[in-house]
């Protein structure tokens, strides 16, 4: 059974930085992409970031690329969210998604991840 574990949310100064972290369990972590969502108070589910299985492939929504930062350590099976700079904006629930399948997507579309995490709580405070 795949399990994902959110973890490094927080209340954060608007400037400052956080990591988040995500472990993965359950399957051969290195043969899959990785995303970043989030969810702000009555907004939807909205994509932040997503990785391929190796590495070598990283995309950003607009509203954060420059900013954060997505990687991943396969010996770990963890994947991370580097934040920098976050604004009030950024301060939402931000859950770790994989698929289902193998095949690397840079779709924005929470409906294409079938694996989620709980989440964490980011505040960014101004």
């Known amino acids: 059974q795949v399990q994902l574990l959110e973890s490094g949310g927080g209340l954060v100064q608007a400037g400052g930085s956080l990591r988040l972290s995500c472990a993965a369990s359950?399957?051969?972590?290195?043969?899959?992409?990785m995303g970043w969502f989030r969810q702000a108070p009555g907004k939807e589910r909205e994509y932040v970031a997503v990785?391929?299985?190796?590495?070598?492939?990283?995309r950003y929504a607009a509203a954060v690329k420059d900013r954060f930062t997505i990687s991943r350590d396969n010996a770990k099976n963890m994947v991370y969210l580097q934040m920098d700079s976050p604004k009030a904006d950024d301060t939402a629930v931000y859950y770790c998604?994989?698929?289902?399948?193998?095949?690397?997507?840079?779709?924005?579309?929470?409906?294409?991840?079938?694996?989620w995490g709980q989440g964490t709580q980011v505040t960014v405070s101004s």
């Open positions: 998604a994989s698929r289902s399948t193998t095949e690397f997507t840079t779709s924005p579309n929470k409906g294409d991840y079938n694996y």
């Open positions: 359950g399957r051969t972590f290195s043969s899959y992409g």
């Open positions: 990785i391929s299985a190796s590495g070598g492939i990283r």
